[in-house]
């Protein structure tokens, strides 16, 4: 299989796996995806009905990695990846009525759903770079889960250094202790003076400096990264396959709490695959860029507000380009022209047509934090499920939706990671897990810089060898 960049569709060059896996974000500065999509029929998909999670996990990352890898290092890599989970179901559904029912994504070693795709990462990473016998630095930005789930993925690593930014103050105490009280000497955290949105930003513009990015060897763990949104392809299958198979449906919901959109471009990847999905609910906080374009056609940025829900608290989706890509029939001219006017008016508007045939998929819905409040407390009272406010923002919009097929809400984070919004709901201090016990007393390691690439250029530079 051969990988194109959203913003240039004909290039020459081979751009295989292992390639566009370690580059993360294409040259030009697009995002790479696949040529064309691998296609299953229903036959097909429900023979995988009964495959345990890494055997499932090998039938479809397998589609995407043409003669880079072969099934059985995949099905080796999974197994290896996943072995850590609290859980021996790594995704259980809960159910929360008898047309909801919570996929909890959050049984991984950093108690949220970006375990799935970084535990795998960080083990192909380590394949390739044994075979090219190379050494990386790892940069990357989080608005909270991904740099704990990449640091602790990535630690100790001797083959790539890992330097995470954070935006300074934008997330929970628990999401950020993980990150900086973690002892490994290849682990540098960056707290920078900005939102999430201004972390991105420094990243790309690390990615596509050719001489720095050259220089310093440098890779990316942010789901621009294909492998990161490809691996959480696999438990909408997973989830699907369980309903469909014992509640004998002929469709499926999924209501996703989405912020920079890769979760849910995962599932409309699962759904070009066959995977018989009949909407994806865009489910926002009030920084509700998404759910307001999927409902009017126009991509407007506004300040960033923050939230009970601050993983969310974005405005530019990085993988909003890939949907783009295809709205705009794979032209990468065009995307670059939408792209142009992003930066430079702030927004840009699709025609009614397009957005017609993307509702025929996508539903966008905004929750503020008093509805989310109102849902963990009523979760709570009703059912005796303890949610986080990310999963409130699905389940809120997955009810508010009422949609007639059965709803798959992701559950995307432990409760106690978020553990002063759920107080403020239920009044309930949540315990913390063994291995997070002493979180709130250790020793912090970080630094503060402010939101200057140049800085950031600089503390790469003196902490990126090996």
Known sequence: MNYISTRNKNN?????????????????????????????????????????????????????????????EIFQIATDSYKNFGSEDLAPLTKYNDNIKILELYHGPTLAFKDFALQFLSRIFNLFLERSNKNITIIGATSGDTGSAAIEAFKNNSSANIIILHPKGKVSEFQRRQMTTIEADNVFNIALDGNFDDCQAIVKKLLVDKEFNEKQNLASINSINWVRVLAQVVYYFYSALKVLK???????????????????????????????????????????????????GIYKVSKVVPTLSPSMDIQVASNFERLLFECLDSNPTLVKEYMAKLNTHGSFEISKEMLYELNKTFLGVSVNDDKTIERIRNCYSEKNIIIDPHTSVGLEAACSAKLEELNIVLSTAHPVKFSSAVNKAINNTLSLPNKYKNIFTLEEKFKSFPNDINVIKNFISINSSL
């Open 12 to 72: 020459t060059s081979v751009n295989s796996f292992s390639k566009i896996t370690m580059e993360g974000l294409a040259p030009d500065g697009g995002l790479y995806i696949p040529d064309n999509f691998p296609f299953l029929t229903l036959k097909e998909i429900y023979k995988m009905a009964n495959l345990n999670y890494a055997e499932l996990f090998t039938e479809i990352i397998y589609q995407f990695c043409g003669s880079c890898i072969n099934r059985s």
């Open 246 to 296: 014992y509640n004998k449906l002929e469709r499926v919901n999924f209501s996703v709490p989405t912020g920079n959109f890769g979760d849910a471009y995962a599932g409309y990847i699962a759904k070009k695959m066959g995977l018989p999905i009949n909407k994806i609910i865009i489910a926002t906080n009030s920084n509700d860029i998404l759910s307001k374009f999927f409902q009017t």
